[in-house]
C-alpha cells in the first residue's frame, strides 16, 4: 500500500529512535513527561510522532534551559528537549549520519561511531613526541555560538531531502525555556544536549576549523573533539602563526577562541630539554606533561605523556564523597562492592588507559573512605586506625577480586 504521507519516513526508523532515546534516558522537558510516562501509551506517541513528522506537521516545542555547574566554576547551559521532541531528533540523526558522517576529517573524534576521546588521547600522546610544540584552544560558548545561516549552508550541501532541513531550522529556533517559564528566543546556537546538536557541532567545525586546516596548515595535524582541538607544530614560531590564524578563521565564522584556556606549550622531555613557560595542557581529561618513564632496557628517562587531570581526580573524589560509604553500615562489604565497581571500572576503562599510577591516589582515597566504614561498623576498630589498616590488608588478601580497583592496583598500579 502506497503512502499518502508527503514525506517518506518508515515506522521502524521511529521505533529505532525510541529505542536509542530510552537507552540514554535522561530528564523530562518543558511537558515534565518521563520516558516512562510516554511508555503508557507508547504506541499512540509513537504514531502520533511519525504521523507528524511524515506530514510535515511536527513543530519542535521548547527546549527546556538548565544551568549545571562547571568543573572550574560557573554554569553551563544545557537545552533538554521532551522525550517526544527526542525521539524525532534521534529519527533525523539516524538519516543524516550515513550521509555526514563519511565526509568529516579523520582527526574529529567527539560523538562520532567507531570514534572516541581514548582515540584522540592515544594519537595525541604520539604527536607529542614527533613535534616539539602544541597549541591548545578552546571555544568559548561554541554550541550557543554557532551562526544558523552557515549552519543550514552546509546541512543544505550535503543533504537533498527539504523535509529534513526544514525540521533542522525548526529545531535550531525553537525557543529556550527558563525555571520560570520565561520563553528565550535563539537566533544563534544549537542546544548543548539536543539529540541533533553533536552531530550539526561537527558539520558546523568541519568547515569552520577541520578542512579549513587540511587546506591551510597541512604540515599541521590535529585531534578535535568538539570544540576542544590541539595542533602541532615544528616550531614556536610556526605554532604562534597557527594560533593567530585559527583565532582569526573562529572569528570570521561566528566563534571566539577561549582566551584563559588556549596556549602554545613546549613538549619537553629528555631530548627537548629547553625551558618555557608551559610545558603541559590538559585535553579530554588528560593533563600531557613531563613524566617519568622507563625504556625497553628499564632505565629512567623523561617522557611527554597524558595522565589522568588532577581537576578529574578531584571530581571523581567528590564522587566518591558523595556516596557517603563511611555511613553505609548497615550494607555488607559485598553489597557496597557490588553499588561502586560499574562506576570504578568506567573510570578506570577510561583514565586508567594512560600513565596508569596516576590513578593510585583515588584508590588509596576509596580504600580509606573502606577503613572509614570499617571503624563504625565493627566496635573492635573504634578509635584504630591502625588496625582498620590491618583489616583493610586482610580483606584484600582474602578476597583480592572484590572491587575493582583492588584488582588493578596490584598488578598495573602503585
Known amino acids: 500500500m502506497t503512502s499518502t ?42 504514531y502520533k510522532l511519525w504521523n507528524r513528522m511524515s506530514s510535515g506537521s511536527y513543530f519542535p516545542p521548547p527546549v527546556k534551559q538548565v544551568e549545571i555547574p562547571k568543573a572550574k ?18 529519527v533525523i540523526k539516524l538519516m543524516i549520519e550515513p550521509m555526514l558522517d563519511p565526509i568529516f576529517h579523520d582527526d574529529s573524534y567527539g560523538y562520532r561511531p567507531g570514534r572516541s576521546a581514548k582515540q584522540a588521547i592515544a594519537v595525541t600522546r604520539t604527536r607529542c613526541w614527533k613535534y616539539d610544540w602544541v597549541v591548545e584552544f578552546d571555544i568559548k560558548a561554541a554550541f550557543d555560538q554557532i551562526d544558523h545561516a552557515l549552519l543550514l549552508k552546509a546541512v543544505r550541501r550535503h543533504i537533498k531531502e527539504s523535509w529534513i532541513v526544514l525540521y533542522v531550522e525548526r529545531w535550531l529556533t525553537a525557543p529556550f525555556e527558563t525555571a520560570d517559564g520565561a ?8 542546544p548543548q544536549g539536543g539529540v541533533v546538536s553533536p552531530i550539526l557541532m561537527n558539520l558546523f567545525m568541519h568547515y569552520a576549523f577541520d578542512s579549513w586546516m587540511q587546506r591551510t596548515w597541512p604540515q599541521s595535524p590535529f585531534a578535535r573533539y568538539a570544540d576542544d582541538a590541539v595542533v602541532h607544530c615544528r616550531s614556536l614560531a610556526q605554532a604562534q602563526a597557527v594560533m593567530r590564524a585559527i583565532a582569526t578563521r573562529l572569528e570570521e565564522c561566528g566563534l571566539m577562541m577561549h582566551p584563559e584556556k588556549s596556549k602554545i606549550v613546549y ?69 557496597l562492592a557490588q553499588q561502586c565497581n560499574a562506576t570504578i571500572q568506567g573510570w578506570w576503562n577510561y583514565y586508567g588507559a594512560f600513565y596508569r599510577t596516576a590513578m593510585s591516589s583515588l584508590f588509596s582515597y576509596l580504600d580509606l573512605r573502606l577503613m572509614r566504614w570499617a571503624r563504625r561498623k565493627y566496635k573492635r576498630l573504634r578509635q584504630h586506625k591502625r588496625r582498620s589498616a590491618e583489616w583493610l590488608r586482610k580483606v584484600k588478601t582474602a578476597h583480592p577480586w572484590l572491587f575493582v580497583h583492588w584488582r588493578v592496583v596490584g598488578g598495573s598500579v602503585g
Open 5 to 46: 504521507k508527503p514525506y517518506s519516513i518508515a515506522k521502524r526508523v521511529v521505533w529505532e529512535a525510541y529505542q536509542l532515546v530510552r537507552a540514554n534516558r535522561g530528564a523530562a522537558g518543558v511537558d515534565d513527561e518521563t520516558i516512562a510516562m510516554f511508555e503508557q501509551n507508547l504506541s499512540g506517541n509513537l
Open 73 to 90: 566554576g560557573g554554569t553551563r547551559k544545557l537545552g533538554i528537549p521532551t522525550v517526544a521532541d527526542r525521539v524525532a531528533q534521534s
Open 183 to 190: 520563553s528565550l528566543p535563539r537566533t544563534r546556537g544549537t
Open 267 to 335: 613538549c619537553k622531555d629528555s631530548n627537548r630539554t629547553g625551558s618555557y613557560p608551559n610545558v603541559q595542557f590538559t585535553f579530554l581529561g588528560f593533563t600531557f606533561r613531563p613524566r617519568v618513564a622507563l625504556s625497553k632496557h628499564q632505565r629512567r628517562f623523561t617522557s611527554f605523556l597524558p595522565a589522568v587531570s588532577n581537576e578529574a581526580l578531584k571530581r571523581l573524589r567528590q564522587t566518591v564523597r558523595v556516596w557517603r560509604i563511611h555511613r553505609r553500615t548497615s550494607e555488607t562489604l559485598n553489597e
